[in-house]
T-cell receptor, first 111, second 111 residues
Framework: NAGVTQTPKFRVLKTGQSMTLLCAQDMNHEYMYWYRQDPGMGLRLIHYSVGEGTTAKGEVPDGYNVSRLKKQNFLLGLESAAPSQTSVYFC??????????FGPGTRLLVL | SQQGEEDPQALSIQEGENATMNCSYKTSINNLQWYRQNSGRGLVHLILIRSNEREKHSGRLRVTLDTSKKSSSLLITASRAADTASYFCATENSGNTPLVFGKGTRLSVIA
């Protein structure tokens, strides 16, 4: 099993550009999450999903959109990237609101 | 907003010593979890302790939970250089909401 995978691993964007981060899990988990991690800030929840076709806002949802069209995939979109969105993005999944399994992260630099 | 607050923010010890990290939180919880993050990697789940438990062990890890003080501690015994990482507590709050992570403790174990 690959667990949780994230694509891409690293990306550089210019301000105003858009992109989509892909998260995939092969553990048949219902719940999936997107976090961002900034120095000294810990992990902050952006959006999450409790099942296929459902999404909900987390602590810092502004500037991001998500979609969960398939149970195994959770996409995070940035419509118009800003330098403040420079961060490391982590995806995670879980069977319910307990132990989460994390992907390796995506480093995003917005110039 | 972050629920758990780890203390200290950073800790440096010699190999073989014990490392103790603390986590305080504000609201009622269903469970509290500890995660580890090696530099540049995703988080890895270490241990979960439920609100009706007071102590739990896993290998060299010992976790305690004091719900009256709203605090938890993680003890790593006989530390090794490979234990060098950041450690995060996360709380599952009563109310069916996703985990809330603290800002973490950076542990350095010097060989």
């Amino acid at each position: 099993n690959a667990g949780v995978t994230q694509t891409p691993k690293f990306r550089v964007l210019k301000t105003g550009q858009s992109m989509t981060l892909l998260c995939a899990q092969d553990m048949n988990h219902e719940y999936m999450y997107w976090y961002r991690q900034d120095p000294g800030m810990g992990l902050r929840l952006i959006h999450y999903s409790v099942g296929e076709g459902t999404t909900a806002k987390g602590e810092v949802p502004d500037g991001y959109n998500v979609s969960r069209l398939k149970k195994q995939n959770f996409l995070l979109g940035l419509e118009s990237a800003a330098p403040s969105q420079t961060s490391v993005y982590f995806c995670a999944s879980s069977t319910r609101l307990e132990t989460q399994y994390f992907g390796p992260g995506t480093r995003l630099l917005v110039l | 907003s972050q629920q758990g607050e780890e203390d200290p923010q950073a800790l440096s010890i010699q190999e073989g010593e014990n490392a103790t990290m603390n986590c305080s939180y504000k609201t009622s919880i269903n469970n509290l979890q500890w995660y580890r993050q090696n530099s540049g990697r995703g988080l890895v789940h270490l241990i979960l302790i439920r609100s009706n438990e007071r102590e739990k062990h896993s290998g060299r890890l010992r976790v305690t939970l004091d719900t009256s003080k709203k605090s938890s501690s993680l003890l790593i015994t006989a530390s090794r250089a490979a234990d060098t990482a950041s450690y995060f507590c996360a709380t599952e709050n009563s109310g069916n909401t996703p985990l809330v992570f603290g800002k973490g403790t950076r542990l350095s174990v010097i060989a």
